[in-house]
């Protein structure tokens, strides 16, 4: 009786620990499988994490070198901006010579007219000699 309870114990023992082992690698394969599935998730999500980050360097490089496009494109139109605000002011200065220079002939030319005028007033207020030496010289 005790031998037949010892080999029973025993074959229980043996089947608890088949029935153990079984449900360890039950439990390893449910641990890998539930790992697998979250590192696929984990992996998919840094997936799209580093692609998203790809996508952002490469919008940043193209708006860098559109940026540095629009910096050119303003130095350009600054520059020809100064330009033609120069070429304004000195058209202006032109203008403003040649009022001057005409403000300058027109007083020439009213001085002219007044000595020519008084230079005529004063030919007829003089007496005339009708002598020949008059006429010589």
Known sequence: ML???????KARKAA????NDA?????????????S???DLINSGVAKVWHNQQQLEAEARA????????HQQSAQWAAA??????????????ENWAKTI????????????Q???????????APRDESPAAERR
């Open 3 to 9: 031998a037949s309870l010892v080999a029973e114990s």
């Open 16 to 19: 608890l620990a088949v029935e």
């Open 23 to 35: 449900r360890k690698k039950e439990a390893i394969a449910s641990v890998e499988a539930a790992t």
């Open 37 to 39: 599935a979250s590192m």
């Open 63 to 70: 708006l860098h070198a559109q940026a540095d496009t629009f």
């Open 81 to 94: 901006f100064a330009g033609f605000h120069q070429s304004l002011k000195a058209l202006g200065d032109v």
């Open 102 to 113: 005409e403000a300058d002939m027109l007083f020439v030319n009213a001085s002219l007219e």
């Open 115 to 125: 000595i020519q005028q008084a230079q005529v007033e004063a030919a007829a207020a």
